[in-house]
């Protein structure tokens, strides 16, 4: 099924010694292959099933402080020794940047594996679409479920090898079980739509199929019938899976790249307070079986946990080798982006935060890109439901909320419900006082 | 005679041969095989990042019957790999039984040269030009703090074998050229971005010192946000621009007219054909027949001639975009719709270029007429919920409406509606018609294609701004 490292090896081996005949003075290649099988179902019915199988290269040489990439799926040996020809000859003429290299030897990761990112488990397609259905029977038990969006499940493996001229070779294999669900209910000639999915290194891991159906249908019925609000300033509680969006833009915000060309709102927060006094943000990247474990970043530097928000205050950068250069830094591993990154629980429970004010929104989805890092500006359309007196009192759609991330930061307060479910994690959050456009 | 199966040990004959063995009781299925050559060429932070470029071929084999597609894909392209993807198909529909329909419609059309973009322009002079963009832009003035530009070219050669040993061909160029700047004043940061492209060499839209505009473009809209205040919140009248607006369309309109939603029944129109969907004055086309334009296809990714497929006419709801699968399930032809991001994806209906056509009146009338309101230049990205209607899009050049005058600029707010009556609160149709510059890229399930979009000025009645102003 999935090749070996031998086989990895030696791709990246003709890779590394090729580049250097052809005046290469450094080099590094990344050797990936990955297999998946994925099925979708619809209404109970299988609708696909597809099988990938992926192999390629991505190939950089150095000629001083020159630079160039080069990426293929070709790799027929005659096609291969073309490439990295051509990818030689483009580093000759492109310009120096005197901060082109490596990265630090020192840095490299070294040591054992355990952080258990591989589950053997082979499921046979009939397997997969048994699953899936039991979730779509469970959604199409309740009454108002009328169709669906398809529902489905992938198996995914994948292994690579990161080789490079200065001695770092080292490869791993990870795996990924996806289960999905998406329904449709209908009601007095409203139709919405909402969907559950479970992913996870471990097959045992992911949600069980009547979980996954019975959440789907759940939340696709409680928005029906909506209603559109009034514009008016409001305290907003992101559910979960809309909150855990503010950590990417925050993750945009403070990579050592936008750090070092100043294109972020953050610029010049670096140990000051971003947050209100009792956020902290750690992205950890050594959570055995997590999504967003690994050992190492593309340039082979091992990646170290991080506290990157401290009682409120920024306290470190998302950083690589290059844009680290610029600023003076180290790199901590961070050339391929954040790992599992999260908010540490707050100090409230989930029925405190509905409780906190008479009257709030509860948004459950937003659509829309969000956020501008630059600026900081913050605007989606969004749906979700009213809250009144701590209860769920109607489903709110068609609305737009609006506000700058220097201000959102400082007003949110986290409940206690963190779960590791994605590799961005957050538990339920509020935010005071934003704008919400409606009628 | 294959062009893709050149380098592999896989013959024609032998493919077609696969190709029988696995579709002969299948409805519908063919051996697609691609080959993507793409460059990207950056400068960034007054550098030249590096010059990158990637070779991807492979083969996507898809068997359907009935409503159930089998699809394998390899980048190995190889007889031993072909086989284990034709059992692969074999067994998912080992229970059913189909009936293939060999005839497809043939085409001699073709909407773009067979040019390999990479190649026409030498790596040194990309680099130049950058390095040119760059230096004009920063010498503009002094409040321009980063600029990044970037060439993008792709070339891609497609070939679909059918069962009945038709080969299809078709060959695709396609670049984009995009700059971005920011500009600090007085403490405020703002950016732009300005991009151009199409099926034609780099060239064609950068001649006679062309460059220069994308740079002023993206100068001036930067300079413009500099000055931009805090967007209004509520519902109020709208009027869009001409061109690139049209993305509204794409969203609001466009998505939940593409067959798969139709057929399954999960889009707000699958029972709206022949009905009012909105404004007498509103004719909508998807139309993949338009020389050099980033959306347009010789052929669909199913060896269907692309064509100008009427949506809207006069208001009324005639066609969705269809791809084989959809078609037949629906009793209905394929209108060339049918597309994929690389052959690593399934066939999804898909838009090509959705344009919108002229009506009678003139912009100035628009903003004339609106008391309180905002009229939309730009936007970023927008997205939809094809189950429920509601789409957003995100301003990226707007400004008041005021007594019927053009006034400040705002910030980048969030509009958002609901598709189905959107459309029907257009009070007023342009007759400026525009299309994009050619940027276009549009998401569904995870694949990205290329798109267009075109329309005149828009007024409509009545729109949520997402702005922070009450």
């Not at chain 1, 329904?183 to 471990?202: A, I």
């Not at chain 1, 590791?420 to 456009?437: C, Q």
């Not at chain 2, 990479?118 to 790596?123: M, P, Q, W």
């Not at chain 2, 998401?443 to 409509?460: F, T």
């Amino acid at each position: 099924m999935i090749k070996e490292k031998d086989y990895l090896n030696n791709i990246a081996e003709q890779c590394l010694s090729k580049s250097n005949k052809l005046g290469s003075t450094d080099v590094s290649v990344m050797v990936m292959h990955s297999v998946s099988e994925d099925v979708s179902v619809r209404n109970r019915k299988l609708d696909g099933s597809t099988r990938s199988e992926n192999l390629g290269i991505t190939l950089t040489t150095y000629i001083g402080k020159k630079k160039s990439t080069i990426s293929s799926s070709d790799l027929h040996t005659k096609n291969l020794d073309g490439l990295i020809n051509r990818c030689v000859e483009s580093t000759k003429i492109t310009p120096e940047d005197e901060l082109n290299s490596l990265a630090d030897k020192e840095l490299y990761f070294k040591g054992d594996k355990e952080l258990d990112l591989y589950d053997e488990t082979v499921l046979e397609n009939k397997k997969k679409i048994e699953y899936i259905n039991e979730a779509e029977e469970e959604a199409f038990s309740r009454k108002d479920i009328v169709n669906t969006n398809g529902s489905g499940f992938s198996q995914n493996k994948s292994n690579f090898i990161l080789a490079n001229s200065s001695g770092f070779s080292d490869g791993y294999k990870t795996s990924q079980f996806t289960a999905y669900c998406e329904v449709v209910s209908k009601n007095n000639g409203s139709m919405e739509r909402d969907y559950e999915y479970s992913s996870k290194r471990f097959f045992n891991d992911i949600l069980k199929p009547k979980q996954l159906g019975s959440k789907a249908a759940e939340l696709a019925l409680k928005k029906l019938n909506p209603k559109k609000i009034k514009s008016e300033k409001l305290n907003i509680i992101f559910d979960k899976r809309i909150a855990k969006g503010f950590l990417s833009s925050f993750s945009s915000a403070i990579s050592s790249s936008a750090f070092a060309k100043g294109t972020t709102f953050l610029k010049d927060k670096l140990n000051k307070k971003v947050f209100g006094d009792k956020i902290n943000i750690q992205d950890k990247a050594d959570i055995k079986k997590a999504n967003g474990s690994r050992y190492f970043d593309i340039e082979g530097v091992k990646t170290k946990p991080l506290e990157l928000v401290k009682d409120g205050a920024l306290n470190d950068l998302l950083i690589d080798t290059y844009n680290g250069k610029k600023i003076k830094k180290k790199s901590n591993g961070r050339a391929s982006g954040s790992s599992n990154l999260y908010f540490l629980n707050g100090d409230l429970s989930f029925e405190e935060l509905l409780n906190s004010t008479k009257k709030l929104l509860y948004i459950t989805e937003t659509i829309g890109r969000g956020s501008n890092i630059i600026t900081g500006d913050y605007s989606v359309g969004a749906s979700g439901l009213m809250v009144e007196n701590g209860e769920f009192s109607y489903p709110v759609s068609e609305i737009t909320i609006a506000g700058n991330l220097n201000n959102i930061y400082k007003n949110i307060s986290l409940a206690n419900d963190l779960e590791f479910n994605y590799s961005t994690n957050s538990p339920t959050m509020l935010v005071e006082g934003m704008i919400v456009g409606g009628k | 005679m294959s062009d893709l199966l050149k380098n592999s040990d896989l013959s024609l004959d032998t493919a077609d041969k696969i190709v029988s063995d696995t579709l002969h009781d299948c409805d519908d299925g063919e051996l697609y095989i691609e080959d993507t050559k793409f460059e990207t060429v950056t400068l960034d932070d007054n550098k030249i990042k590096s010059s990158e470029y990637s070779i991807d071929s492979g083969y996507g084999f898809r068997a359907i019957t009935d409503d159930v597609i089998a699809y394998s894909h390899s980048n190995e392209i190889s007889e031993e790999s072909l086989k284990k993807s034709s059992e692969n198909l074999k067994s998912t529909l080992k229970s059913k039984k189909g009936t293939y329909n060999s005839e497809i419609k043939k085409t001699n059309q073709k909407f773009y040269n067979d040019i390999d973009p990479i190649e026409t322009k030498s790596l040194n002079a990309k680099i130049e030009l950058l390095n040119l963009m760059n230096e004009y832009s920063r010498s503009k003035d002094q409040s321009v703090k980063q600029v990044s530009a970037s060439f993008l070219g792709e070339k891609k050669n497609v070939e679909i074998l059918r069962l009945g040993g038709e080969l299809l061909k078709d060959s695709r160029p396609l670049v984009r050229i995009n700059i971005s700047m920011m500009v600090e004043k007085n403490g405020r940061k703002e950016t732009a971005v300005y991009g151009v492209g199409g099926r034609q060499s780099y060239d064609e839209y950068l001649k006679d010192g062309s460059w220069k505009k994308l740079c002023d473009e993206a100068f001036r809209i930067a300079t413009t946000n500099l000055k931009s205040k805090p967007s209004p919140a509520g519902e109020m009248k709208v009027v869009l621009g001409p061109g690139w607006p049209a993305i509204l369309i794409h969203e609001a309109i466009g998505h939940g007219l593409e067959g798969d939603f139709n057929r399954k029944k999960t889009s707000v129109f699958h029972n709206l054909v022949g009905r009012r969907v909105a404004s007498e004055g509103v004719t909508i086309i998807d139309d993949g027949t338009i020389d050099n334009r980033r959306g347009s296809l010789n052929i669909d990714d199913e060896g269907t001639p692309t064509e100008r497929t009427v949506l809207i006419e006069k208001g009324i709801l005639k066609n969705f975009m269809q791809d084989r699968l959809n078609a037949r399930l629906m009793n209905t032809k394929s209108t060339g719709n049918g597309r994929r991001e690389n052959y690593k994806h399934i066939v999804l209906p898909r838009m090509r270029n959705t344009i919108m056509l002229n009506g009678t009146h003139t912009q100035e009338e628009m903003i004339n007429s609106v008391n309180k309101g905002i009229f939309a230049v730009s936007f970023g990205g927008g997205q939809v919920d094809i189950t429920s209607g509601k789409f957003v899009f995100n301003c990226t050049e707007a400004y008041e409406i005021v007594d019927g005058k053009i006034g400040a600029p705002l910030k980048g707010a969030t509009l958002i509606g609901d598709g189905p009556s959107s459309l029907k609160e257009v009070l007023m149709v342009g007759n400026n018609m525009m299309l994009d510059p050619g940027i276009g890229t549009c998401g569904k399930s995870g694949q990205g294609v290329p798109v267009g979009v075109g329309q005149p000025s828009l007024l409509i009645d009545n729109m949520t701004v997402g702005g922070t102003q009450l």
